[in-house]
């Protein structure tokens, strides 16, 4: 392991540092990233990639599928894919482009599952390195351990992880909504799920991390050692190593799930209720989401399929009358020898929520069924050809003080309906989350995630088509931006720095430090389109 090489920027005079940032700052001024970069000479890229010598496999042709991702609006081809056999074969690949310097093009880009949304994981006639085929390190669960934890290689899909986590009574305690997502593309952003109230997100149970910085060298990271750096990777969108390895925090696991639904129609109500459940005091619900229902039919009765209603005859008799209704969903995990107790609790909290008494549906599931749900909506779009559709989400974090302006505005006003796909609304506290990674949140301790999950009908010009679904996210867009309301973008894409700096705000300068650190070519993850590939003789002056 070799830090030497990343922390040479820090020793450098003060002075040199100021220049580069300063210099850094200059090329990323208000550059539009819109234009995908093309590189003067890609058969060039090609062949010296092609006189590398190394164990791995370099393919030229199996590379079409590291075209594409999961939101499937931007197809671009990379000149190469890596499968990966060992961490060297990565750091090989990089050190390779790193010495090319700046008379070449060539990015890299780590592809996880490939379920991004705006083409992040893509690497125009670069080279993508397919983590998914990475399987070293084997898992090593360390259960006996205080805080039991597991290693994993980043380019494990987190169902794996759950299902040999409980083969030992263990699990991770943080979550996404869906498990077909590798360890790697999740820390990448955040992994934000209904436990982050409770655990943080994703990247707060992560005790350790190997990286590969875009200078090719391999480091451990953790709190205790090269903190700049995991805290760097930490929701870090790539821009500072490929992760290679993870040590993921475990807790004993659960074995069943109640599993609650409830509706409201008046907004404050279920605000008020969702931030009480995740208050301080009242950690009663391993999870809370919730979502947003606007002008659809039939919802309750599709819920009847997974879920019983609490009063069967009343549940009957509701109907919406065309109001926009809320949805709050909680979770409350236990073993079967505890049901009892349990229903007792869960009852009792129910009690004093304002939820409209005629909607209220619960059930029980395995704790692997519900971690596991998105999968069973997955295989039913697959089977009528509606999952390999293009994806435009928008996912927004949006401070408490401006819940009620944002909704007001974008409930009532842009979103006309829900049937393209789930709009989720759900509170987390930020008192519980890790300060110091690259994550960008409002400023406030409670603020909400709002994420516009649309599926476009392939070919179709009207509402439900990507055109209608794209400029009804610009509509929001802008109205987040103009009103100053303090929202961020999660899962964040803009295409020009200046969105970008004011994405980051006062984290703009730490960002572009730790760029130069670990990154000082920009080699990395050019789908994200923050930075563009260090080309200029100019840039000899930090490397
Ligand atoms: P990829 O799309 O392959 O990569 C994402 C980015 O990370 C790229 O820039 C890539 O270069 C980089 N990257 C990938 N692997 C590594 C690595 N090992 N080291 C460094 N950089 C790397 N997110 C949530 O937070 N909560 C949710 O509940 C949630 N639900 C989702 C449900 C679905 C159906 C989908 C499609 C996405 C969901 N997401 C959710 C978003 C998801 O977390 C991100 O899109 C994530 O990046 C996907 O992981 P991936 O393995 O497919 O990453």
Wanted: net charge neutral.
């Amino acid at each position: 392991m070799c830090i030497s090489q990343s922390n040479k920027l820090f020793r450098l005079k003060p002075i040199v540092f100021k220049i580069a940032l300063v210099f850094l700052l200059s090329i990323t001024i208000n550059r539009d990233h819109t234009a995908t970069p093309t590189p003067q000479s890609p058969p060039s890229s090609r062949l010296s990639l092609e006189t590398m010598r190394f164990d791995g496999n370099l393919s030229f042709e199996n590379i079409q599928h590291a075209s594409k991702d999961f939101g499937n609006r931007f197809h671009l081809m990379p000149t190469a894919v890596l499968y990966p056999k060992s961490i060297s074969n990565i750091a090989q690949i990089i050190n390779h482009v790193f010495n090319l310097g700046l008379t070449s093009h060539l990015t890299v880009a780590a592809r996880g599952h490939g379920h991004s949304l705006e083409g992040q994981a893509l690497a125009p006639d670069g080279v993508v390195i397919d983590m998914e085929s990475y399987k070293s390190p084997a898992m090593t669960f360390h259960a006996r351990e205080k805080h039991p934890y597991v290693d994993v290689s980043a380019g494990e899909l987190w169902i794996n992880i759950l299902h040999e986590s409980l083969k030992r009574g263990l699990t991770p305690k943080s979550w996404t909504d869906y498990l077909h997502l590798t360890v790697g593309g999740t820390l990448s952003n955040a992994g934000i799920s209904g436990q982050a109230f409770r655990h943080g997100p994703q990247i707060n149970n992560v005790y350790r991390l190997q990286v590969v910085t875009g200078r090719g060298d391999v480091v451990t990271c953790s709190d205790e050692q090269n903190a700049d750096l995991f805290n760097a990777a930490l929701g870090g969108l790539g821009q500072f190593g490929i992760i290679t390895e993870a040590r993921i925090a475990l807790e004993p696991a659960p074995t069943k799930v109640k599993w609650i639904r409830a509706l409201y129609s008046d907004f404050t109500a279920f605000t008020n209720d969702q931030e009480r459940l995740i208050s301080h005091s009242r950690d009663a619900f391993d999870y809370l989401e919730g979502f947003v229902v606007i002008n659809r039919t039939g919802l309750l009765n599709n819920w009847r399929s997974s879920f019983n209603p609490r009063d069967p005859v009343q549940a009957e008799q509701f109907t919406s009358d065309g109001r926009i209704l809320f949805c709050l969903e909680l979770a409350k995990y236990f073993n079967v020898e505890d049901v009892g107790e349990i229903e007792r609790e869960v009852d009792s909290l129910l009690m004093e929520l304002s939820y409209i008494r005629s909607t209220l549906f619960l059930s029980e599931v395995s704790y692997v069924d519900f971690l596991d749900r998105v999968h069973v909506s997955e295989m039913k779009l697959r089977e009528n050809d509606l999952w390999d559709v293009p994806h435009p989400w928008l996912n927004l974090l949006v401070p408490r003080s401006s819940i009620h302006g944002f909704a007001e505005e974008v409930f009532h006003n842009i979103v006309k309906d829900t049937s393209n796909g789930p709009v989720l609304i759900y509170p987390v506290n930020k008192s519980r989350w890790k300060n110091g990674t690259s994550l960008v949140t409002p400023d406030e301790d409670v603020f909400y995630l709002v994420a516009f999950l649309s599926s476009a009908m392939p070919s179709s010009v009207g509402r439900d088509g990507v055109d209608a679904l794209l400029a009804r996210n610009r509509r929001i867009v802008k109205f987040v931006s103009e009103s100053k309301l303090g929202i961020k973008q999660y899962l964040p894409h803009y295409t020009t720095t200046q969105e970008w700096r004011a994405h980051f705000g006062d984290k703009w300068e730490v960002f572009l430090r730790r760029k130069l650190a670990y990154d000082p070519l920009a080699i990395l993850a050019p789908g994200q389109r923050i930075f563009p590939r260090a080309i200029s003789f100019h840039l000899s002056i930090y490397v």
